[in-house]
């Protein structure tokens, strides 16, 4: 856990301030860390480096508190090598040169060191790329930590010389060995009934700093009693829900509502609007993307879907917030549980693909305006059916470029409304194939 130990600290002298609660109960081994059994067991991917003796450069990503500190600072120790911390937010260049002499002049006297950065994200490219050379020399065993997707964040060639180890939040059995643990530091259990306990650990929202927190202000009050959750809410607020609105919680929670709208699940799909909503999204940015939902996943299986989705829009406008967005919440239901079909975006890109590979191909004379007498002397518009003229309105004429093959790239599904235009497309095909031939 991060910055967490296991037993209470031997006496100090009083002068000395009081230790936190998460200082104190630090883990003194990677066995006593709480959760990450996936990368520190001993099928793990860490668990497997350590019992082959070839631990080597890391970035541990994962969200605050799940132990991404605590784990470097075990790893020194269980490799034998000198830990140093640096965070990204606070040091330059000058800084940098200073460790990478510390750690080279470490290593002529025979021992390692392992480079803990915090917020490895935060540096520059050039700044990133000063860590290749001593990575790869030995000078340095480096171990980043980041709350952002390293894919996105970290230089290529940083990736290519470390692993990426996915720490996850904390869940609730996690969160109550941690309460558990706290309780054996303090010596004495928490003045809270079992319901209250449990809203206690839910407060946390996966994140055992920030649980520890509250266990220590819940510790110091004096009450007779067990407190309920009506008083434990009363006097302690809830933990704010991860949400970066540039970050990664924003597209992890915009592709889980796209994905539970394709997905044809309501209660989905409202939840995680909902959730978006909770961390602070701006309602626009939800109604430009459920009505990109209704045209890319909808399409003509519903064309009302689209419809709805703008009024939704255009009534958000008019009311604002929180009346309007309950307009927004009824367009993710009515799209949730309409008729799913891609037909139109797929046709729509696979024409974009013929028009990038016929380049300049003119259309067929016969469809060309014939404004002037020379141009109808040249044959433009020569041989053109007016469709109307038609007995049944379709002359069956090509329309495509006289060199080219005739591409099928809409093809409507048997869903929702796209039933009724597959009906029309295949009639209209049948004739045509018909006067053609």
């Known amino acids: 856990m991060a910055d967490l130990f296991d037993s209470p600290s031997p006496s ?67 490799s034998d090598r000198a830990f140093v911390q640096i965070s990204a937010i606070f040091t330059g260049v000058p800084e940098l040169r200073k460790v990478f002499e510390a750690a080279k002049l470490r290593r002529t006297q ?6 803990f950065v915090d917020e490895i994200h935060r540096f520059n490219k050039a700044q990133q790329d000063s860590f290749l050379p001593h990575m790869e020399d030995g000078t340095i065993l480096l171990v980043g930590a980041t709350t952002e997707n390293p ?15 996915i720490l996850q939040r904390l869940d609730l059995a996690d969160l109550e060995r941690l309460a558990q643990r706290a309780e054996k530091a303090l010596g004495k259990p928490l003045p809270l009934t079992g319901k209250a306990r449990d809203a206690l650990l839910e407060m946390a929202d996966g994140d055992g700093r920030a649980l520890l927190n509250l266990i220590e202000q819940v510790a110091a009050w004096k009450v007779t009693g067990n407190l309920d959750t009506d008083a434990l809410s009363t006097r302690l607020m809830k933990r704010a829900a991860k949400y970066d609105k540039s970050g990664d919680e924003h597209y992890n ?8 709208v394709r997905g044809s699940d309501p209660d989905a799909a409202l939840y995680w609007f909902a959730r978006m909503l909770e961390g602070g999204e701006d309602p626009r940015y939800l109604a430009r993307r459920i009505t990109r939902m209704a045209v890319e996943d909808i399409g003509l299986a519903d064309p009302q879907a689209q419809v709805l989705c703008i009024d ?14 309950l307009a927004l919440a009824q367009a993710v239901l009515y799209l949730a549980l309409a008729p799913k079909s891609n037909a139109g975006y797929i046709a729509y890109k696979a024409a974009r693909k013929e028009a990038k590979r016929t380049g300049s191909e003119p259309p067929p004379m016969h469809i060309l305006n014939a404004p002037t007498k020379l141009m109808e002397e040249q044959g433009f518009g020569a041989g053109y059916q007016y469709d109307h003229d038609a007995e049944d309105g379709f002359s069956g004429q090509n329309f495509f470029p006289d060199t080219m093959k005739r591409p099928v790239l809409y093809q409507p599904v048997e869903r929702g409304f796209e039933r009724e235009l597959k009906k029309r497309l295949d009639w209209f095909s049948k004739q045509r194939e018909r006067r053609q031939t």
Do not use: C
């Open 12 to 78: 100090r002298p009083a002068t000395e301030a009081p230790r936190p609660l998460a200082d104190r109960i630090r883990p003194k081994s990677l066995s006593e860390v709480i959760g990450q059994e996936q990368v520190l067991g001993p099928d793990g991917p860490l668990g497997a480096m350590l019992a082959a003796g070839s631990l080597g450069s890391l970035i541990l990503w994962g969200p605050p508190g799940v132990g991404k500190t605590t784990i470097a600072r075990l790893l020194a120790d269980a």
């Open 110 to 115: 025979g021992r390692g060191t392992l480079l």
């Open 151 to 165: 894919s996105f964040e970290l230089n290529a060639a940083v990736l290519s010389r470390a692993q990426v180890m």
């Open 253 to 260: 929670l915009i592709s889980a509502l796209h994905k539970s």
């Open 312 to 325: 939704a829009w255009n009534t958000y406008e008019r009311l604002g917030s929180p009346e309007g967005e």
